[in-house]
């Protein structure tokens, strides 16, 4: 207190709590940053993961199990014990339930946001122009699938294995699949339907086949490293793909004009006549109600932004099915979330 009081009497009342209020506000913003970056070497090196799975567990034991510098490893610990994410005491840690709160659902937003780190160590160079994505510096591919799949099963994939489920689909191909979240989802609510994901990225579908070996649905899933612009082998070996699902997936080519995006609808409706496409996308936001309303979506738009990746809004999609000559059979949008569904033929 008398500290308190001698501040005081060198600053003067206002000046000592405009101080404090200011640095309590820049703390919300410089917190986040260390937060994440802790809890993000934790997830990396699967000290995370251990926590969470454990009640308590022994610091030597996390520290030598994964090779780690025990002196970092102490100070993350410290930290986080800190802001009460984890009790660090006596030699052993666990995980707090706000921290277990957070891994919870929202874990997707923190892997998602990982999936970008790269990107944001390399922001000055980017800036300055001395670095360009994707030459220069890309995405973590396996955490885009892995944190947009936790992400997407909040919403998007209930409601696109219910279009499947209403149209009768019986075999599903699912572009960009990630981790390959939406397929297991789907497998799960739909017992009589087989699937085959195919993804771009050889270090995310090495991560697909690593979780595809240990579920009880690898018998009625498949993997196929493919790019879907050229998915003539997918189509001669499964001619009696009935549903082509793509989840957040079209927008990553936007930004080479939705001509592209057309084009690439309207050659998979050749390959796979007797399927319908059900597109999960991203419907842009106009700035203005995120300027009054600042919702998550802003950290997607900036994170989209820097990575060249174009969103449209629901029109777009609607002109996009059109340009393709396709008719849309089923649509729903909601602007609550900025997602948008669309069934077409
Ligand atoms: C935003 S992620 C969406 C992942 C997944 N659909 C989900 O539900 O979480 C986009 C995925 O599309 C993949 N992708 C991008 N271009 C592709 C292409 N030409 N062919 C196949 N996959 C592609 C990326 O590697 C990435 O895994």
Redesign the pocket.
């Known amino acids: 207190m008398s500290q308190v009081l001698e501040v005081i009497r060198l600053l003067g009342l206002t000046k000592s709590i405009r101080t404090k209020r200011g640095m309590d506000k820049a703390l919300r913003h410089v917190r986040g940053y260390a937060v994440c970056s802790c809890l993000w070497s934790l997830l990396e090196t699967g000290v995370l993961d251990r926590l969470l799975e454990a009640e308590d567990a022994a610091f030597d034991a996390l520290a030598d199990e994964a090779g780690l510098d025990r002196h970092v490893l102490e100070s993350i610990l410290m930290y986080l014990d800190g802001v009460g994410l984890v009790r660090f005491d006596d030699g052993r840690v666990r995980a707090l339930p706000k921290l277990r709160r957070l891994m919870a659902e929202p874990r997707g937003f923190f892997e998602l946001t990982y999936a970008y780190e790269p990107i944001f160590h390399r922001l000055t160079d980017l800036l300055r122009g001395r670095a360009r994505y994707p030459d220069d510096v890309g995405r973590l591919?396996k955490y885009?699938?892995?944190?947009?799949?936790q992400?997407?099963r909040a919403l998007?994939?209930p409601i696109l294995t219910d279009m499947l489920r209403r149209h009768g689909a019986r075999k599903v191909l699912?572009?960009?699949?990630?981790?390959l979240?939406?397929l297991f989802y789907a497998c799960e609510a739909l017992p009589e339907v087989r699937c085959v994901g195919?993804?771009?990225?050889p270090p995310?579908v090495a991560y697909a086949r690593e979780v595809l070996a240990e579920s009880p649905l690898a018998e009625r899933i498949e993997v196929v490293q493919?790019?879907?612009?050229d998915l003539g082998a997918v189509a001669e070996a499964h001619p009696d793909i009935d549903a082509v699902t793509?989840?957040?997936?079209y927008?990553?080519?936007l930004a080479e004009g939705e001509a592209k995006v057309a084009g690439l609808m309207r050659q998979l409706r050749t390959q796979f006549p007797a399927a319908l496409l059900y597109v999960?996308e991203f419907c842009k936001q106009p700035h203005e109600k995120l300027r009054r309303r600042p919702t998550a979506f802003l950290e997607h738009h900036l994170y989209h932004d820097l990575t060249n990746q174009t969103i449209s809004d629901a029109a777009g999609w609607r002109r996009m099915a059109t340009q393709a000559g396709l008719a849309i059979l089923e649509e729903k949008v909601f602007d609550i979330v900025g997602h948008g569904y669309f069934v077409l033929r």
């Open positions: 591919g885009v699938g892995r944190g947009s799949g992400l997407c998007p994939y699912d572009l960009g699949c990630g981790d979240a939406f195919v993804d771009i990225d995310t493919a790019d879907m612009f793509a989840v957040d997936t927008h990553e080519y999960g």
